[in-house]
T-cell receptor, first 117, second 114 residues
Framework: AQSVTQLDSHVSVSEGTPVLLRCNYSSSYSPSLFWYVQHPNKGLQLLLKYTSAATLVKGINGFEAEFKKSETSFHLTKPSAHMSDAAEYFCVVSDREGLVGGFKTIFGAGTRLFVKA | DSGVTQTPKHLITATGQRVTLRCSPRSGDLSVYWYQQSLDQGLQFLIQYYNGEERAKGNILERFSAQQFPDLHSELNLSSLELGDSALYFC?????????????FGPGTRLTVL
């Protein structure tokens, strides 16, 4: 069965400093991994996704994530935080339920990013 | 704007009642997903439809049901409502319903059960 663990419920950084949001997953097959962002009172928007191509994935707004199978991790990074990055970030795994089953989408608990001026 | 619309935006009702939430997917998307977001449970996948057929089921209660119509819009029916059903309900759509699809989320329907 698949699962997602976001290791930090809150992360606080200063504007202009690097961002690291950590995500570990567990999956039985070949998962697809996503990061979504949710700004206050808004729906979710895709930042980036990994679907078994390049392990370093670049997304929107300067974010990127690296898929590390040996560590079962998919951490999200950004070199320099901006005030507009303050939001909730969700790591997501999507994988088959079995050899003939459909697939399920599992969301992590979310990491709230605070950016200080 | 993701192109996914949800109505109503807000819904306030009483325990024991039944409500229907509606979702229109992005133009061309065949798959629709429903999620529940609450403070204690986080974002929970409820159910997925693809071209009118149920594709995957998550943590959906028996009191809840959904369907996708021939025009591809979807409705989520919640019955015998309890206080704990108060949450933000999101609909998402994707082109083909596969595990690599990007899901495009609507703005959500906030349900308050009093």
């Amino acid at each position: 069965a698949q699962s997602v663990t976001q290791l930090d419920s809150h992360v606080s950084v200063s504007e202009g400093t690097p961002v690291l949001l950590r995500c570990n997953y567990s999956s039985s097959y070949s998962p697809s991994l996503f990061w979504y962002v949710q700004h206050p009172n808004k729906g979710l928007q895709l930042l980036l996704k990994y679907t078994s191509a390049a392990t370093l994935v670049k997304g929107i707004n300067g974010f990127e994530a690296e898929f590390k199978k040996s560590e079962t991790s998919f951490h999200l990074t950004k070199p320099s935080a901006h005030m507009s990055d303050a939001a909730e970030y969700f790591c997501v795994v999507s994988d088959r339920e079995g050899l003939v089953g459909g697939f399920k989408t599992i969301f992590g608990a979310g990491t709230r990013l605070f950016v200080k001026a | 704007d993701s192109g996914v619309t949800q109505t109503p935006k807000h819904l306030i009702t009483a325990t024991g009642q039944r409500v229907t939430l509606r979702c229109s997917p992005r133009s061309g998307d065949l798959s629709v997903y429903w999620y529940q977001q609450s403070l204690d449970q986080g974002l929970q996948f409820l159910i997925q439809y693809y071209n009118g057929e149920e594709r995957a089921k998550g943590n959906i209660l028996e009191r809840f049901s959904a369907q996708q119509f021939p025009d591809l819009h979807s409705e989520l029916n919640l019955s015998s409502l309890e206080l704990g059903d108060s949450a933000l309900y999101f609909c998402a759509s994707s082109p083909s319903g596969g595990s690599t699809d990007t899901q495009y989320f609507g703005p959500g329907t906030r349900l308050t059960v009093l």
